[in-house]
């Protein structure tokens, strides 16, 4: 049997009601009429009370689960006002559910149970509940939920290239190991020397410290490239750690998240373009500085507030793709000019073009949860979470790339 109790702080307790019984999902949307409210958080005010259930949330009480109901407000979304815990024996056919991880409990359930700026087409259950706090958020993670995922994918990337940022830092300025960066430079600056006396003109030493400084700006771009990365990663990280926060928050996070994909483009292009281009000085220039507006328009535009209306989103996936796409441009061109070993980088060229499109295809068919049954995948292996891994070996490749031109370019363009 199932009784009523107040939680504390509440009015008096409410008398008996009957037992509960689960009530039936509404039929899962189409994509169609899903799309126009996940892709842009602010249709979600249109969205009728009728479409959703209330809030519920599952907690431990003895050997019993709770339920708490979070009131529902006029626009469809959960009020901050009272809740009700009710006591039921257990939550089999419910739609809430508790996951445990590493000691964090939470609460679980489908799709109609939350917000509809949260949901995801194709994937019905899993979603968090009432976690409106940045410690619950930040507890989340370490909880088993639809998100769970898509945090951790970009979380350890984030680790990754701070590590290779950090390893490369110390390579060239504190460990013994990165002599091999000075003597590099040293045979470099000998080489044009003794070409300078053939030549019959003595090189003084401003050409030294030019070259000496030409090597250090190679070091900042491809610690830029490093940093970039783990910026979008952190960035995408936080947003699928606290959308669910509250409606504002998850536009906040969403504008990060953005921003995070914005300053990845620009550095991987602006990364091949001044490695890529180091021997033709006047395309190099072209290249960076068409990039660096770009970048500059691609980290702006989802913080203006014109592009957060109702076409804000379209408006901003349609920058970021252009934008994404115009990297091709340099990289097509580089095809044509590249000679000996710089041919080597065109296979990191493919892999990383591979990558990119191959999850973004998976993403925007949202295969496999929309092929194979949706709520099959909705933990494991739905297409978010395949397209965060495709980003993440995408970036990593590409640094690869970019650092073996950079042990090229120590050779001098003429040694290629």
Not at 49 to 71: E, F, G, I
């Amino acid at each position: 049997m199932a009784g009523v109790t107040s939680e504390p702080g509440q009015a008096a307790a409410q008398p008996p009601e009957a037992p509960l019984s689960p009530s039936p999902s509404p039929p899962l949307p189409d994509e169609t009429s899903f799309s126009s409210i996940v892709s842009d958080p602010a249709s979600a005010d249109s969205e009728s009370s009728s479409s959703q259930h209330p809030a519920q949330v599952l907690a431990h009480n003895a050997s019993m689960s709770t339920v708490t109901s979070a009131s529902t407000a006029a626009a469809g979304q959960p009020s901050g006002g009272a809740h009700v815990a009710v006591k039921v024996e257990a939550d089999e056919g419910g739609q809430c559910t508790r996951t445990t991880c590493f000691g964090t409990k939470m609460a679980t359930g489908g799709m109609y149970d939350v917000p509809t700026y949260q949901r995801v087409p194709y994937v019905t259950s899993g979603y968090r509940i009432n976690v409106r706090t940045t410690r619950e958020c930040l507890m989340s993670i370490f909880a088993i939920h639809n998100e769970t995922l898509n945090i951790w994918t970009h979380l350890i990337g984030f680790f990754v290239f701070v590590a290779m940022a950090v390893w490369w830092l110390l390579d060239i300025f504190y460990l013994d190991h990165g002599n091999h960066h000075s003597s590099r430079i040293a045979s470099v600056t000998e080489a044009l020397l003794e070409e300078g006396k053939e030549g019959g003109e003595e090189r003084d030493t401003t050409t030294v410290q030019r070259i000496e400084g030409t090597v250090r700006l190679d070091v900042a771009f491809l610690l830029l490239l490093l940093f970039g990365g783990a910026f979008c990663m952190l960035a995408s990280a936080m947003y699928h750690a606290f959308s669910c926060k509250h409606e504002p928050g998850f536009g906040r996070c969403l504008r990060l998240d953005l921003s995070g994909i914005a300053v990845q483009i620009a550095v991987s292009i602006f990364a091949g373009a001044y490695f890529g281009y180091a021997c033709f000085p006047s395309l190099q220039k072209i290249y960076l500085i068409l990039t660096a507006v770009l970048g500059v328009t691609m980290v702006c535009l989802p913080h203006l507030r014109f592009f957060q209306g109702p076409a804000g989103f379209k408006i901003r996936f349609g920058v970021l793709l252009g934008c994404g796409l115009s990297g091709l441009v340099p990289a097509l061109h580089f095809v044509g000019i590249a000679k000996g070993e710089e041919r080597e980088l065109l296979m990191y060229i493919i892999y990383m073009g591979v990558l990119y499109l191959g999850g973004a295809a998976l993403y925007t068919l949202r295969v496999p949860e929309r092929w194979f049954a949706p709520g099959k995948f909705d933990i494991l292996g739905h297409s978010h979470q395949w397209w965060h891994m495709c980003v993440f070996a995408a970036a990593f490749c590409w640094v690869k790339g970019i650092t073996q031109l950079y042990y090229l370019r120590l050779k001098g363009c003429d040694q290629l």
